[in-house]
């Protein structure tokens, strides 16, 4: 009966497991692509792009749906909407089942979105969803200063975004915030807006 149990928990992981990299499979495709092939040329969502139009692509993409969960734009970054209520069950039920998958990441994220709730004194918030993220692709031959400007543009972008949150929820800019982390309240903003406002990159191998 104890071997049935365990057997019965096992299947239950990998399958758990599965349905997770499943899903992720599926959706990868959803996240901002950017490849870069051996003449230094992008392609950006299937689309040839120069590295200076970039930073608007990113923009409208992790921009669209930041605000409204109503008529969302399903070719832009995808949000969710957290009420306090909402992380705590989450909370308790990852902290109760032995069997979830990533436990610490995902208790780490629920336990960020309320902090930050606390600290705004609001009771839900809109974040960008877990697996969404730039994905780059590159040619063994790409320049090494073309994949810097390809960095410094996403950077620019996520800058763009944070310094326009910074400006609506503490009339600052996103510079001032981020030269003035001596104070601990400064920090504390700081940590909002990456919360907020998270950059994701992910790289695949080079390939020739």
Known sequence: MKLIKQLTGLLILFSTIFCFCSFCTDNYQHNFSIAINSNN???VESESCKVEDLSELLYYYFTANMHSEYKEDYSAARYITYSKNQCLENIKRIEKDTLNFNPKQRLLRHKRNLCVMNFLKVTSIRTL????LVHIKMK???SYKTYISVLSEIKKN????????????????YRKITVNQKSKLMRQ???ILKVLVPERIAESPVKN
């Open 129 to 132: 969803h877990p697996i969404e």
């Open 41 to 43: 040329q992008l392609r």
């Open 140 to 142: 063994a031959k790409t």
């Open 158 to 173: 996520t800058n763009r975004i944070r310094h326009q949150v910074a400006k609506k929820l503490f009339n600052l800019s």
């Open 189 to 191: 903003y700081l940590f």
